[in-house]
């Protein structure tokens, strides 16, 4: 996870530039949605092949992902269909970008075997963000804490940015190593939040089985003489 001086900078800066644009008639689902678009656009480019207009559109996308949060929370508009709607058009962006890398190895890099295994890497590291998100997102309406994992959405567009610079300047192979580093850092925070849920659940059962193991007639009290 980012540092968390690193996190307090970028929200003080982006709650700074909130309250600038809350000034405007913008609301922060008209921004949630910008964010999205543009999105579309940095997975139209990568498919393209235009990995560095792809990278500069990806990360300008970013700032609107911040920005729609710190807008809500400067006009006062936090509202449940807000968080719906940012949390949805987060997959929706993840997903286009993945069909996007997958497009690029498919139809632009050069033909060969390890470009078609990383256009299913991108299959597989499609799969784990879904699952890093669908497991916090079930274990919180379940009223477990779910905050723990290696890799979130943050550090998951910051990789693919890199990926997308490093795969124009170093070459392609090096952009099909970060896919397969996405692959197994997704499904392995999915996995990471799994047992963090399950430690929790097995804590909760622990203290009803003591309770019951302390009822009279139960099987660890003595038998009266």
């Known amino acids: 996870m980012f540092t968390t001086r690193f996190q307090a900078f ?4 982006a709650q700074r ?11 922060p689902n008209q921004v949630t949605v910008t ?13 393209f092949g235009n990995l560095l207009a792809a990278a500069i ?23 449940p269909y807000g968080a719906f709607l940012d949390s949805t058009t987060d ?3 993840e997903a286009a970008i993945y069909v996007g890398l997958a497009a690029f190895f498919l139809y632009q890099a050069p033909p060969a075997w390890w470009t078609r295994l990383t256009a299913v890497g991108c299959l597989v590291a499609l799969a784990g963000s879904m699952l890093v998100s669908y497991v916090r997102a079930r274990a919180q309406s379940l009223g477990f804490t779910c905050e723990t994992g290696i890799f979130a959405r943050p550090e998951r567009v910051v990789v693919t940015i890199l990926g997308l610079l490093l795969g124009l300047i170093v070459g392609p192979e090096v952009l099909a190593l970060v896919v397969a580093l996405l692959a197994v850092v997704t499904t392995f925070t999915a996995i990471q939040r799994v047992n963090e849920v399950w430690q929790q ?3 909760q059962r622990r203290p009803r089985g003591e309770e019951k193991a302390g009822q009279p007639g139960s099987a660890g009290e003595r038998s009266a003489p």
Not at 10 to 13: P, S, T
Not at 57 to 79: N, P
């Open 201 to 203: 659940a097995r804590a």
């Open 10 to 13: 970028i929200r003080r800066n």
């Open 17 to 27: 530039l909130a309250g600038v644009i809350g000034r405007l008639p913008i609301t």
């Open 35 to 47: 964010g999205m678009v543009i999105t579309f656009i940095a997975a139209v480019l990568t498919g």
């Open 57 to 79: 559109v990806l990360a300008f996308a970013g700032t609107f992902d911040i920005l729609d949060g710190a807008l809500a929370r400067a006009t006062k508009r936090m509202y």
């Open 91 to 93: 997959r929706f962006s």
